[in-house]
C-alpha cells in the first residue's frame, strides 16, 4: 500500500488539532491559536517518526509517551503539577475516545462500504465523540476542591482583579457559548460594562433574566479560561462574603 508522507501529516495534524481544542473546551481553557497549531505540528511530527521506526515497540512507547507530555506543555503551559496532570488525563482521555473509536469503526467500515461512505461515517462518529468528550468527559476530571479563588478578568479594555467563592452547585451555563457563568456582583463596576446577552437564572424570588457578557480575558487562580460574567446583585450583600460566586472548573 503506497502512503504519502504529506497527506500523512496533515491527516494527523488536524486530528491532533481537533484533539486538542476538545481538551480546551473539556477544561473551560482559553488557549491562543499559535499554541494549538505549535502542539498539533510536534504530534504530526511523531506520527510522521512512528511511521519510519515501525515495529520498534519500546522505543515507540517511549516516543509516544515523550510526545504526549511535549504536547500538552506546548498546548497548555506549565501552571503547577496538579494543573498539568488534569490536562494530561483529559488529553489521554480524549485521544482514547476519539482516536481509538474512530480507528476501530473505520477499520471495521472500511471493509463493508465504500471509501466516499466509509469516510462519511467516521465523520460523523469524530462528531459525536467530540460531543461525548464535551459533555460527558467533564464528570471524569475532576479537581481538588477550593474555597475560594482569584478572578481576573478585562472588560470594555479595563482589568479587574477580584476574589470569588468556588461553589460546586454553580452549574449554570450560557446557552449561546457553553462557557459556565460567573456570578458578579454589578456594584463593582463604576459603569455598567456592554452585555450582549441574557442569562436565566433561579433566585428566591422567582426566576430573572439578568444581564451577562464574555469578557476579553479571564483568568482563575492564573489559569486561563473561558467563562461568562453574568450582572447578578447578591443576596444579602455578597456571596458568602465574596463580590463573585464561581463554579467549579
Not at 55 to 82: K, Q
Not at 211 to 219: D, R, V
Amino acid at each position: 500500500m503506497e502512503l504519502y508522507a504529506d497527506l500523512f501529516l496533515l491527516v494527523n495534524f488536524f486530528c491532533d488539532l481537533l484533539v486538542l481544542w476538545v481538551c480546551a473546551r473539556l477544561l473551560y481553557r482559553r488557549v491562543k491559536k499559535r499554541r494549538l497549531f505549535f502542539s498539533a505540528a510536534i504530534g504530526a511530527l511523531y506520527a510522521l517518526t512512528w511511521m519510519l521506526l515501525y515495529p520498534a515497540p519500546l522505543l515507540l512507547f517511549f516516543l509516544s509517551f515523550l510526545c504526549s507530555l511535549l504536547m500538552v506543555l506546548a498546548a497548555f503551559g506549565f501552571h503547577g503539577w496538579s494543573v498539568f496532570f488534569k490536562a494530561l488525563g483529559s488529553f489521554y482521555l480524549t485521544c482514547l475516545l476519539l482516536g481509538g473509536a474512530a480507528s476501530g469503526v473505520y477499520a471495521a467500515i472500511g471493509r463493508v462500504l465504500p471509501p466516499l461512505y466509509a469516510l462519511l461515517t467516521l465523520t460523523l462518529c469524530l462528531g459525536s465523540g467530540t460531543l461525548f468528550c464535551l459533555f460527558f468527559g467533564r464528570l471524569l476530571i475532576k479537581e481538588r476542591r477550593k474555597e475560594s479563588a482569584m478572578l481576573t478578568f478585562v472588560a470594555d479594555g479595563k482589568c479587574y482583579r477580584v476574589k470569588g467563592l468556588v461553589d460546586s452547585g454553580n452549574l449554570l451555563l450560557d446557552p449561546l457559548s457553553l462557557f459556565p457563568a460567573v456570578l458578579l456582583d454589578p456594584s463593582l463596576f463604576d459603569l455598567p460594562p456592554p452585555c450582549d446577552r441574557t442569562l436565566l437564572i433561579k433566585t428566591a424570588a422567582g426566576e430573572e433574566l439578568l444581564p451577562s457578557f464574555l469578557p476579553e480575558k479571564a483568568t482563575v487562580d492564573g489559569i486561563e479560561r473561558c467563562i461568562c460574567i453574568v450582572l447578578c446583585p447578591p443576596p444579602h450583600g455578597s456571596f458568602g462574603g465574596f463580590p463573585a460566586l464561581l463554579p467549579l472548573f
